[in-house]
């Protein structure tokens, strides 16, 4: 059984003159639900083998508060440059070459490719993927490897509204 937590970074500042899209900021509201997901997820008792994000700053700044109010170990979390340009084909093969020995992991990333990637591992549509929403979805597999379009199934949602 494997299992994978999508999850958008939180809300960011407006791109202001001087700054990219790369450097944007949390806002206020941004740092509040991301510190509440990581207590939700705490209070589920959820557990990441790995927790991987994109290197823009605010997957990062969300990814440290999720690290934060869960009591999670640094050695767990890992930038993984490609998820900031992602698309769903991207994020399907990052998935199938994870090591074995990671049964749930969480990827901290940026829209539409969260949405388009949990659209074709479950094959469900419609779904509205905000800041901060997390998506849990398991795969009734041994490896990461064999996991395949419409395998995934949808256990939970946090923060989907």
């Not at 941004?30 to 008792?45: E, H, N, P, S, V």
């Not at 927790?51 to 009591?71: D, G, H, K, N, V």
């Not at 930038?79 to 340009?85: C, D, Q, S, T």
């Not at 993927?129 to 946090?158: H, N």
Request: net charge negative.
């Amino acid at each position: 059984m494997k299992q994978v937590y999508l999850i958008r970074h939180a809300k960011a500042e407006k791109v202001f003159s001087g700054f990219s899209d790369f450097e944007r900021t949390l806002s206020q509201k941004g740092i509040f639900d991301a510190t509440r997901l990581g207590g939700a997820l705490k209070q589920k008792k959820v557990h990441f083998d790995k927790l991987y994000f994109s290197p823009a700053l605010r997957t990062t700044q969300t990814a440290e508060l999720l690290q934060e109010q869960m009591s999670l170990s640094t050695g767990i979390m890992e930038e993984v440059p490609m998820i900031y340009n992602s698309s769903a084909a991207s994020l399907y093969r990052f998935l199938c070459q994870l090591n074995d020995q990671e049964n749930v992991v969480g990827i901290v990333g940026h829209n539409p490719a969260l949405t388009h990637f949990l659209e074709f591992i479950t094959c469900e549509e419609g779904i509205h993927f905000p800041t901060s929403g997390c998506v849990q979805v398991q795969f009734d597999v041994s490896g990461w490897e064999e996991i395949m379009q419409g395998l995934g199934e949808i256990k939970s949602m946090e923060g989907m509204g």
